[in-house]
């Protein structure tokens, strides 16, 4: 027997990946269009598979099954927001952009854009139908982007500020479900716009703060007499 020399089990290496990450590529790529026609739950492996040009047991082998593989295309798509929103921001500062409003909305921008770009997962992904435990995953990736947000808006860590970021965030997301919606890139343009024209004035005078900022820990005011309850106290009750 020839003994194989290390040059050629790297390149033996090599091959064997590109062609595990071809085989993956193929999978994700049918179990995306299977999906976005059939939804998550009418969808099946074998629909999968056949689109994809391979087998049952490629898929469990590379993914585990068809939950494992609507959660990666999930985490694709999150990977795909992150990328252009940090871009953007990253490209808004190395033209001399030091505001956090414009800094937030380049990142928006950059977010709806995909919104639009990847529309079929967006609307996917917005349908509610997904394996176990989907939403829960979606909940904690939106407490993760208002971290994100409430960071580069540079709000101290109050709940009002707090409250302020998601509000802007929740925005932002439900100004994604509009995009992925429209019938056309002029209309999307327009969905975007606007969604950042709205972000502008919630951010023009920065988050609320209550007229007394000691309001929370003051005493309670009397009620008027005249406004009292008429049936017993709680003293009186008991």
Not at 40 to 57: C, L, T, Y
Not at 123 to 147: H, S, T, V
Not at 201 to 227: F, I, Q
Request: aromatic share 8%; proline share 4%; hydrophobic share 40%.
């Amino acid at each position: 027997m020839t003994r194989q020399s290390g040059s050629g089990r790297a390149a033996g290496g090599a091959w064997q990946w590109q062609r595990t990450a071809q085989t993956q590529r193929a999978l994700l790529d049918a179990a995306r269009q299977v999906f976005t026609e059939q939804g998550f739950s009418d969808a099946s492996i074998a629909d999968v598979v056949e689109r994809a040009g391979s087998s049952v047991g490629s898929l469990y082998h590379h993914f585990g099954g068809k939950s494992e593989l609507f959660l990666a295309l999930w985490q694709e798509h999150q990977m795909a927001h992150e990328a252009a929103a940090s871009e953007a921001v990253a490209q808004a500062r190395k033209d001399g952009v030091t505001d956090p409003m414009e800094l937030f909305c380049a990142g928006a921008r950059a977010f709806l854009e995909g919104s639009w770009q990847r529309r079929d997962l967006a609307m996917l992904f917005f349908a509610g139908d997904g394996p176990p435990g989907f939403e829960i995953l979606k909940r904690r990736r939106g407490r993760e982007w208002i971290g994100q947000n409430d960071v580069l808006l540079r709000l101290p860590d109050t709940a009002l500020d707090r409250l302020y970021a998601a509000i802007l965030t929740n925005l932002i997301s439900e100004g994604a479900r509009e995009v992925a919606m429209a019938k056309s890139r002029r209309a999307a343009n327009l969905v975007i716009d606007a969604v950042i024209g709205y972000s502008r004035r919630l951010m023009a005078d920065g988050s609320w703060k209550p007229a007394d900022e000691t309001a929370d820990d003051a005493e309670p005011a009397p009620v008027p007499a005249a406004r009292r309850p008429r049936g017993p106290s709680a003293a009186e009750a008991g």
